[in-house]
């Protein structure tokens, strides 16, 4: 352990102190050039700088949280116009906020919606589906997510 060399108890010592202290074992370079080590420094900063590359692409493709670690179902580009019907009727939620401009609230149920569409095949499709997610697009108008579910089972007649 390395003394304080006049700092009081409990106080880290300077940086002069310490590397007084420690000079020998920062001598293992002694046979290098300053070239060299100059050399061997630009490496290490090239090598800090890939390494800050590498955590930015990996941060940003964990954003958003968990969302970006579960598997997801692989997306696939349709054109295709869609109608759907909201399956609900009166829907309790909880208010959380209000201005002069609108109101949020929260819902303890899912938003069933009932739809159809003929995929890029020319296949009808018809599907029941839950709201995920609403996105306001900055040129007007939103987009959706919605969830495919099981349909609902009827009673036989």
């Known amino acids: 352990m390395t003394e ?39 490496a290490m900063r090239q090598q800090i700088d890939n390494l800050k590359i590498k955590i930015r692409r990996l941060e940003s493709e964990v954003k958003g949280g968990l969302r970006g670690l579960v598997l997801r179902s692989p997306r696939k580009e349709i054109q295709a116009d869609i109608e759907f019907i909201a399956d609900f009727d009166i829907i309790e939620a909880k208010g959380v906020n209000i201005s002069e401009s609108g109101i949020c609230f929260e819902l303890n149920e899912d938003l069933p919606f009932e739809m159809q569409f003929t995929d890029d095949d020319g296949k009808l499709c018809r599907e029941r589906a839950r709201l995920i997610w609403v996105k306001r697009l900055p040129e007007g108008g939103y987009r959706f997510g919605l969830e495919f579910v099981e349909p609902e089972t009827y009673p036989e007649l």
């Open 4 to 42: 304080d060399r006049g700092q009081g108890q409990g106080q880290r010592p300077d940086f002069r102190n310490w590397f007084l202290d420690n000079r020998k074992k920062l001598s293992m370079n002694d046979e290098k050039t300053k070239d060299q080590l100059i050399e061997e420094l630009e």
